[in-house]
């Protein structure tokens, strides 16, 4: 079995009664991005193996000893590159972000990691000044697939994304203060 072919439920009520170890899932997670990240471009910031395999110890440990954190007790998440992830690049889908490395977490990754889950990386999200302009989205050099015709570079995705308001918003709000672009 493939850990990474299963629904998150799965994955975590498999984690809970230890059927699955939280290393081996990242892991398993950590083979599918190598195997698939060339192909697809879909990860540009991936945090070290060895610091991910040993937070992942860490997660089992705290199961060892009674403490699960929550739901998302030792599931890897990639964050969209739209939310601040603390010491993991994020580009905001523009090259003219291609160096910034928040210093904090946004509202909704400290939240995800306040539940167990496990930052792994960032995946692709295009900046609304790159991908309208250029059509171009960062993380997908080499494929020639304009802004409007990919998931994450339609204008209303964006625009959702960028008001906290697509996909998972723990936060609670309509306006998440976790996404970079909504920081001064």
Known sequence: MDPTELPA??????????????RELMHATLARIAALNPVHKAIVSLRDEAELLREADARDAQLQRGEAMGWMHGLPQAIKDLALTA??????????????????DGL?????????????GAAVA???????????????????????????????????????????????????????????
């Open 126 to 184: 295009s900046g609304p000044a790159n991908a309208m302009a250029t059509g171009r989205v960062v993380g997908q050099k080499g494929r020639r697939q304009g802004a409007n015709r990919s998931r994450v570079g339609h204008p209303a995705r964006i625009c959702n994304a960028a008001c906290g308001l697509s996909g998972h918003n723990p936060a609670g709000r309509l306006v998440s203060a976790g996404h970079a672009l909504l920081q001064r």
């Open 87 to 104: 010491g993991l690049r994020t580009t905001l889908g523009s090259p003219l972000m291609k160096d910034f490395i928040p210093k904090e």
């Open 108 to 120: 909704m990754v400290a939240r995800m990691k306040a539940a167990g889950g496990s930052s792994g």
């Open 9 to 22: 439920h799965a994955l975590s009520a498999a984690i809970h009664v230890r059927q699955l170890s939280c």
